[in-house]
């Protein structure tokens, strides 16, 4: 253990000198030896993982770990500043420039400039002296410390990991590196408060009004805001909560009155007085929902005359903090005034936008019991439009999409254009398939999806993992399908919501990117269409791509007016959408006519066949060409779908 302790120390020793310097001394170096030294360290880490891993007490590994990366990390900064933004041809310059984020580039620099406090040779007496002579770069050093708040530093470097892009490695190195001078300035301003409480109000005297007028609106607006969030809210979402039991309980009504209406239990004429109640309900309540989103709007416009005012003094803050040209403990009060009044507004603006989110997402639930009501009334007056499918069709219908789709992405590699740049991908990370009903009725289908993903960080292996995810989604009303054995009803906005919540969840801060495919075997709702197509909502995935697909009409639906500046939409489309043959298609259409002519010279008043003798006529072929040509033939008028004894029958009218 001792020998394998003293190998690592001295596996360390070359990047803790890197440690040690400043990145100002770095910058003093030429290039090439910067990337000598990155090389140097770069495999002195993969060496110090590979061999003393379980060598070292954790608390000692870890640390030689930050001091690496925080090695590297200032080394990438300094070469970055040589290259100064030119393209590089040089892989490895390029490797070094990106090994970190912007997040972690930023914060290194940040806390560099404090390199000079010196923890080991500058204590907090000797500080308490510089800042009250205020002269020097230490002084200047030290005030920026005290006006950025960095006294605090474990605290700020915890919030930024938390906020931004920084590994734990680097935080704890920043911490370990830093933590100690600044200790030594909190001693210090302790002191001073103590020994010398005038000195801090001669130094802002200047600016003391311009502050304290900033502070008393930010105060006021924080107040209200606080309020506003705090109590208006919480009382908003009380009566909300409230008028979403009723919407429930509504809801379970409209559900119930929809099963009625498709069996026909009862007269048609009961039926409609029922629903026209339960119209009337649904009514008041969209009424009362909108009252209460009005009187959380009114409140909100309180606020926005005060957020004038924070503006107001923040350009009044940053324009004196213009005018004071060298660094100075004054400038630095005001700039972190003004970052404090852009972090209220910012926090405002946050939660404003949180409010809209949230707003439309109540409107469009809804819009989907607004949808569920219109939807019986259509059924009630024999007006539905839908894709009349037996159970057993949907359940074939499920596996052929599926399959296909699984085929389709099996077939790498595949380009996906992604947020952050086009993703070549020769090989899945992972490949699942996953049901939304578990249980395994013979004829009935489970809803499945089929899920592909692909996880990468970045050049060998470091940096920030991103995933990009395709998803194949079955969307189909199977505890109808197992009711009644058929279905025809379009899939509605409620149902479209529920698959969108449960499959795309977080983006994680943009570092997931998903397509997916919704299916239907019964069609979509226009409503639902034009919400996809973006037409009567925003709909809008800053991290995800959503297409819908008629299975029977062989369609997707999605956003048309984004192929402009998204022509990978149109091809995104067409990998969900499962292909048929042209050829198969005319088969099925020949045979279709024979039968039909068959039909006609046995009983030329009733011309009826069993849809069962269609499928055994077209053994080999694909359930989906059959399903494609019925339907065609069924929207021209050409051919009626009925049930006859509980079988599927075709009644031909004309097949010209």
């Known amino acids: ?169 680097i935080r704890r190195g920043l911490i370990v590196r830093y933590e100690a001078r600044f200790k030594n300035v909190v001693e210090a301003v302790k002191r001073l408060l103590d020994q010398q409480p005038a000195w801090l109000r001669r130094l802002f005297s200047e600016y003391e009004e311009a502050l304290l007028s900033s502070a008393e609106v930010r105060v006021e607006f924080e107040k209200a805001f606080r309020e506003l969030y705090e109590r208006e809210l919480s009382t908003l979402r009380e009566r909300v909560e409230s008028l979403e039991r009723e919407r429930s309980n509504l809801l379970d009504r409209l559900s119930t009155l929809s099963e009625r209406a498709t069996s026909r239990e009862v007269e048609a ?110 059924s009630l007056r024999g007006e539905l439009k839908g894709h009349p499918v037996m159970a057993e069709e949907a359940a074939i219908l499920e596996l052929i999409f599926v399959e296909k789709l699984r085929s389709k992405l099996r077939e790498l590699p595949i380009v996906i254009r992604t947020p952050w740049g086009e993703v070549s991908i020769s090989r899945w990370s992972y490949e699942r398939t996953e049901y939304e009903h578990l249980e395994k009725d013979v004829g009935v289908p489970s809803n499945a999806s089929v899920v592909l993903g692909y996880r990468s960080r970045g050049i060998l292996g470091l940096g920030e993992e991103r995933v990009i995810e395709v998803r194949g989604v079955y969307l189909s009303h199977v505890d109808t399908l197992k009711k009644q054995g058929f279905d025809s009803q379009p899939v509605t906005l409620s149902d479209l919501l529920k698959v969108l919540r449960s499959n795309l969840g977080f983006s994680e801060g943009g570092r997931r990117y998903t397509l997916i495919g919704i299916a239907s075997p019964t069609g979509w709702e226009e409503s639902v269409m034009r919400y996809v197509a973006g037409e009567d909502y925003s709909l809008v995935f800053g991290n995800a791509v959503v297409i819908l697909v008629d299975l029977v009409e062989g369609r997707a639906i999605y956003p048309e007016k984004l192929s402009s500046t998204m022509p990978y939409i149109d091809r995104y489309a067409r990998m969900f959408l499962p292909e048929v043959a042209a050829e198969e298609e005319r088969h099925v259409e020949d045979v279709l006519r024979d039968l039909c002519d068959e039909a006609k010279a046995k009983a030329p008043e009733n011309p009826v066949f069993l849809y069962r003798n269609l499928v055994e006529r077209l053994k080999g072929v694909s359930r989906l060409s059959i399903m494609r040509v019925m339907s065609r033939y069924r929207e021209r008028g050409s051919i009626e779908v009925r049930s006859i004894g509980g079988e599927k029958a075709v009644l031909c009218r004309s097949t010209g």
């Open 269 to 378: 004429r009961i039926l409609e007085e029922e629903l026209g109640r339960l119209r009337k309900e649904y009514e008041d309540l969209r009424s009362r929902y909108l009252e209460y989103l009005k009187m959380w709007e009114d409140k909100a416009k309180e606020l926005e005359s005060l957020k004038s005012k924070l503006a107001e003094k923040e350009g009044e803050l940053r324009e004196m903090a213009r005018r004071e040209g060298e660094l100075t403990a004054a400038k630095e009060t005001l700039e972190a005034e003004v970052e404090r009044l852009r972090n209220t507004i910012s926090e405002y603006e946050r939660r404003v936008e949180e409010y809209r989110k949230e707003r439309e997402t109540l409107l469009l639930e809804l819009k989907t019991m607004e949808d569920k009501v219109s939807t019986i009334e259509k």
């Open 1 to 169: 253990m001792g020998c394998g302790v003293s190998f690592c120390n001295q596996l360390a020793s070359y990047a803790q000198r890197i440690w040690d310097e400043s990145l100002g001394d770095l910058a003093r170096s030429p290039l090439p030896e910067l990337l000598e030294d990155f090389r140097r360290v770069w495999r002195d880490f993969k060496e110090f993982k590979a061999r003393c891993y379980g060598e070292l007490p954790a608390g000692i590994y870890g640390y030689y770990e930050s001091v690496f990366s925080i090695a590297l990390l200032k080394l990438s900064v300094a070469i970055e500043d040589k290259i100064m933004g030119r393209e590089v041809q040089d892989e490895y310059v390029r490797f070094a420039v990106e090994m970190f984020t912007p997040d972690e580039k930023n914060a290194i620099k940040e806390l560099e400039r404090f390199s000079g406090i010196d923890s080991r040779v500058t204590p907090p007496e000797v500080l308490a002296d510089i800042i009250v002579s205020r002269k020097g770069e230490v002084y200047q050093l030290v005030k920026e410390a005290v006006g950025k708040q960095y006294v605090n530093l474990a605290d700020v470097v915890e919030s930024w990991s938390k906020v931004y892009r920084i590994s734990d490695s």
